[in-house]
């Protein structure tokens, strides 16, 4: 008998053993605890080049990815007995805030520096090597494209010299990473509208050395802040427009969009687009919201649009219904506070209607001219 209370005390002890679970990072100051907790063991791998992977980033992904999705990082020796940990969006533009975030909340620790976004280095010491190729001021070269109607854009087109069709793919990947550590990320995702690699033989015009790229942007991007500095828009006596088309599968799409922004000549003062994206239930009823769920996306929109105040410079330019979609759009006069906005009303809503959002840079709203009409 003794050995058998003996036996179900031991199986008690190790259920409860077993069953203990990590509690989920829910915040910043969560995970910099966490980190705390772990930080010595981190700082040694790195150190001694250890199993990174295994020791450092296989238990770093899960606690940034219970926080939030959409961080991503790089590790090593930033000195001597210093430990750097990048955490970086990948260049996604509404992740960028919460990394900074992040990084802005990490307490000070001995052998750690943390830095958000990948910085900027000198083009000297950047020369990134992938699949074969090399990305370096040696082989890259660059010109820009003027358009008249658009004269503030900021498209760049840069060749390789060893540019091949077949590893397109790998030669666009080696330069977009090539400029976030040349230019830094920051500056690499937000200064150029558009971006083109191309090989030398389709150059149309004269190329220009790789490493006075950074020097062309901060020009251009001087030139293009002084323009519009502080310009906003009251939208309250604005006129809108209801349109209405058919889906090449057959369904309606409705919208309705503020005319009187769409022929605004002050476009550019809010180059950043944020589209929400609200899924609904259309079946059955040829793609529309019923009354329920017309009044739901209603009570949502109303919520943006009370976070995201034109006098404030988020402009809401109108919405687009159809086929289980409705899509909410804004231009801004930056990124940040919509990322902040829209992600958090996607956690609100989060169980009870799926929400989504992009947020990209269109200084002309291009993306908006299937809306105005001649």
């Known amino acids: 008998m003794r050995k058998k209370s003996e036996s179900i005390r031991n199986m008690s002890f190790l259920k409860s053993l077993f069953n203990t679970k990590e509690q989920p990072i829910n915040s910043y100051s969560e995970f910099w605890d966490w980190f705390l907790e772990n930080e010595k063991k981190f700082h040694n791998v790195l150190k001694k080049q250890g199993n990174i992977k295994r020791d450092f980033f296989d238990k770093l992904a899960p606690k940034l990815n219970e926080l939030k999705d959409g961080f991503w990082y790089l590790a090593g020796m930033y000195e001597e007995n210093i430990s750097e940990l990048v955490i970086t969006p990948d260049g996604v533009i509404k992740n960028i805030v919460f990394v900074e975030e992040l990084v802005q909340t990490a307490p000070k620790m001995t052998n750690w520096k943390f830095t958000a976004l990948k910085p900027a280095i000198d083009i000297k010491n950047v020369s990134i090597e992938m699949a074969g190729y090399t990305f370096d001021s040696e082989n890259l070269s660059f010109y820009s494209i003027d358009h ?9 087109v ?3 010299d060893e540019y091949n069709e077949k590893d397109q793919s790998t030669i666009i990947n080696g330069t977009y ?16 509208d558009n971006l083109k690699v191309i090989p030398k033989d389709q150059a149309e015009k004269e190329l ?4 006075k790229l950074k020097d062309f942007l901060i020009w251009r991007e001087k030139e293009f802040i002084e323009k519009y500095k502080g310009l906003r828009h009251n939208t ?27 022929n605004w000549d002050c476009k550019a003062s809010h180059p950043w687009v944020a589209v929400v994206e ?6 059955g009823n040829n793609g529309m919201p019923n009354e ?9 929109e109303d919520k943006v649009i009370s976070d995201l105040k ?8 109108g919405r687009q219904t159809a086929d289980s979609l409705r899509e909410i759009y804004f231009t801004c006069i930056d990124f940040r506070k919509p990322s902040k906005v829209l992600h958090n009303i996607k956690k609100e809503y989060k169980n009870i209607i799926e929400i989504d959002f992009d947020i990209y840079k269109d200084k002309y709203w291009q993306s908006f001219n299937r809306f105005i009409t001649n």
Do not use: C, M, R, W
Request: aromatic share 8%.
């Open 148 to 156: 008249k109607n658009y004269p503030d854009e900021i498209e760049i």
């Open 158 to 160: 840069i060749v390789h």
């Open 177 to 192: 990473i090539f400029l976030d550590n040349y230019l830094g990320e920051l500056n690499s995702v937000t200064t150029i």
């Open 208 to 211: 220009i050395s790789i490493s």
């Open 236 to 262: 309250n006596d604005d006129n809108f427009s209801s349109l209405e088309a058919t889906l090449e599968n057959g369904l309606p799409l409705l919208a309705i969009v503020n005319s009187d922004l769409l």
């Open 278 to 283: 609200i899924k609904y239930d259309g079946k």
């Open 292 to 300: 329920k769920e017309y009044q739901l996306l209603n009570e949502i």
């Open 310 to 317: 034109d006098s404030d410079g988020y402009l809401n330019i």
